[in-house]
């Protein structure tokens, strides 16, 4: 068996959220398994190149779906998956700094963590970068 590449894993992981996303509404169960086999291969994905912004942040957005499916069943283990899911939004950023996106997430993750001061501070570099794209993109039309 050959292992898989970055893109493999990485479009595998995608079509197994997609999934986990149809089956969420009729069985939540097997949309979390769904998603947690998702984060296997994000986090695969991201192994396979430390460098890459998307795998990077689609891993912490499966850890987020596992944090909400945690906190949905009042799991006390759902506050250290949020932890965890702001880490790893903080490691994409680091990947990506100029990504106001990222910093919004991460800004999500610390709120639900119950980081309060963090998650007020990753919402201001947020929609600081997010005015700064918004403003470009008009200077962009403009000029066009």
Known sequence: ?????????????????EQAQQAATTDFQRARA????????????HQADLNHTEAAFRLAQAWMAEA?????????????????A????E????????????????ASCHHFS??????????QIGEHLLQDAQAAAQQARDDA
């Open 1 to 17: 068996m050959t292992e898989l590449s970055f893109e493999e894993h990485l479009n595998s992981g995608n079509a197994l959220v």
């Open 34 to 45: 769904l998603w947690q086999e998702a984060g296997k291969h994000f986090y695969l994905a």
């Open 68 to 84: 909400y499916a945690l906190q949905k069943e009042d799991s006390a283990n759902a506050l250290l998956m949020w932890s965890n």
């Open 86 to 89: 702001a880490a790893q939004c």
């Open 91 to 106: 490691l994409a950023f680091d990947l990506d700094p100029e990504n106001g996106r990222i910093a919004m997430t991460a």
């Open 114 to 123: 119950g980081e309060h001061d963090a998650a007020k501070a990753w919402k």
